[in-house]
């Protein structure tokens, strides 16, 4: 994990030279250590130890964007329409304030998630990206299923402070079977959505 966080914040820095504005780095370990079938499997006594290591090596590779804005992706991993990982953010949400980054994105479409509600713990100081499509589920979310979805996520944390994204990327290939169609209309529903919370919350 240090020699990979090494090449990352090389990554970074090339970025933040190329004038880029806004950065996001995919953590791949982090959300996983949620499923205790995972962490059996992986051999992961001292979940809090992981997610330690997590936080310092995220903040390591995000210190080389100075001013630049961040965000941080998490999911339950996912390869040919299944995922990987199962559980709620419960075991990690605390962590999220001690991450120095500006926004995370956040799988909350996914049923693997389990709700919003621990979005009341949710760092008041951050940007969420709520995750509001599942690239899982070749159903097309109505833009109505959308709003509901974010009314609820709105509960908790304030319109000023939430963006919308889906839980994760289509990446339409052989490892995630997508058709560029359907990934165009489940955007085309989000952005229908965004639209309709704008006139409603401004």
């Known amino acids: 994990m240090v020699a990979c966080a090494e090449i990352l ?5 090339k970025l933040v030279s190329a004038g880029v504005d806004h950065i996001q780095i995919d953590e791949p370990w982090l959300l996983l250590l949620v499923d205790k079938r995972h962490r059996e499997r ?25 001013a630049t804005p961040t965000s ?17 953010y419960e075991p990690i949400i605390e962590a999220l304030a001690d991450i120095n ?13 389990h709700g919003v509600e621990v979005l009341s713990r949710f760092p008041e100081n951050k940007i969420l990206g709520l995750g509001v499509i599942d690239q899982i589920d ?12 974010v ?46 919370l704008r006139k409603r919350h401004g």
């Not at 914040?9 to 820095?13: A, D, G, L, S, W």
């Open 42 to 66: 992986m051999g992961i006594p001292d979940i809090e130890r992981e997610i330690e290591t997590c936080v310092r090596m995220i903040n390591d590779v995000v210190e080389s964007a100075g």
């Open 72 to 88: 941080v992706h998490m999911c339950h991993a996912h390869f040919a329409r299944k995922r990987y990982a199962d559980g709620g």
């Open 138 to 149: 070749q159903n097309v979310e109505s833009p109505q299923l959308i709003v509901e979805r």
């Open 101 to 113: 980054v500006d926004r995370f994105a956040m799988e909350f479409a996914a049923p693997e998630s």
């Open 151 to 196: 009314e609820e996520a709105l509960k908790y944390v304030p319109a000023d402070r939430l963006t919308l994204n889906p839980d994760c990327g289509f990446s339409p290939s052989a490892q995630n079977p997508m058709d560029i169609d359907e990934a165009y209309l489940k955007l085309r529903a989000m952005s229908d959505a965004a639209d309709q």
């Open 9 to 13: 914040r090389n990554e970074v820095e």
